[in-house]
């Protein structure tokens, strides 16, 4: 806790140059307070955005506009540095298992939690069948500022809200699970990531407007992440997370069709997955594929970002992409014994069933629901919620929200609950943003 007598001498010496390291050490000799350059630097960083909203007219002075510029320029090129060196890592070795690999072995990773033990549901309204729950977690665009006075008051986004509603998020997903527990067994949780999960620098208006560079993003987001499924981890036997990459998290500036996995989100999730890695419970799937198919009970879910979907989420466009999906499997199904005699030797972990029942994706930062005849073809929503794009260029406006699916291993899906995260917006976070200077000595 930064001391208050603190805040500010921190704004002065940082105006004539001090370092964060020789703030840090002034607070400790003055104050006899320990605080991490990295928190003096977040509370410095909010409080020159918070200054820029209350002066408005400042946008339009040259001095200021210069220094806003500068400081997105200097972000961009950490950005840059941190591409440059992950791609270098990957090319030198020519394999992109070497950065992942490294990540994992190098990171001490949080302390296992044991299972807890639920009571059984009894009495005349109660189910036999156990059901699985799948709670996807989508479109989290870490580090993104979403401006209250520019949105009209619709919504306001922060790393802070962020974590506010990702704890709201997962003590809501418990919440739900105990209830329906009084009448149905209940012991795996799925919990696909459909990617965006940072805000990223394809923009120059993110570069300038985010609260941190996408190293920043995808390190502080991976943590918080980490710690909300070790939260529900004791609560279930099994967790499974499948994953895939989204739009907002690429390192180029136009997307790409080959080495799509070469994206931010793809290092987060490595990284929730070296930070939980001595919980045996959990089961990670990180597919370089922009689209993977996990099961349930009979049933397979394909899932995806949404991004490879024309139309803006049309409900014309959605069943096209999905009909065309179908017949790329089917197709390889056509060909299967001579492409599986042709690359007999080649071990692929992106191998697809022949077929996918259902289809779960994000993007379009909404929740909806589409009949595909064999199920349904679900869009999950975004715990942002509406931005400035969408007010400005689209005229709409959508709350911040998550859902909850649930299973039977009979009838598939049944049903779904919607949480509204902006209801946790004023709720202290379960989760702590604070990283030590060594990422590996994380606890």
Known sequence: MIPEQAKLGITERRNQGWTWQSIANWIEEEFEVPVHRTSIQRYYDKQVWEQVDDESDQ???????????????????????????????INSTNSQESAVDAIYNATTAFKAIPPRKYTKPSGKHKGDSPQVVIAPLSDTHIGERVDYNQMAGLNTYSFDLFNKRLSGWATTVLNLVELRRASVPIDELIIPMLGDMISGDIHDELIKTNQDNVMGQMIRGASLIAQAILYLAPHFKTITIPCVVGNHGRMTRKPPMKDKYMDWDYLLYQWVAAFCKNQKNITFNIKTSYMDIFHVFDKNILIMHGDAVSGGGSLSSIPKVITNLRSVLQFRKNLE????????????????????????????????????????????????????????????????????????????????????LNSFDTVDSLFTDVLPEVWAEKI
């Not at 806003?68 to 591409?83: M, S």
């Not at 064999?374 to 689209?394: N, P, Q, S, V």
């Open 59 to 89: 946008l339009n002075d040259i001095d200021a506009r210069v220094k806003i510029d500068q400081k997105a320029l200097g972000w961009h090129q950490q950005a840059l540095l941190w591409k440059r060196l992950y791609n270098k890592a």
């Open 337 to 420: 014994t001579e492409v599986m005699e042709a690359n007999k030797d080649i071990k692929d972990p992106n191998h697809l069933p022949q077929y996918f029942d259902s289809v779960m994706m994000g993007h379009f930062h909404r929740v909806d629901e589409i009949d595909i005849g064999t199920g349904h073809a679900i869009i999950c929503g975004c715990m942002k919620g509406g931005d400035e794009f969408a007010l400005h260029r689209l005229g709409v406006i959508t709350k911040p929200q998550q859902i909850v699916t649930y299973w039977h291993p009979k009838y598939g899906y049944i049903g779904k609950e919607t949480i509204y």
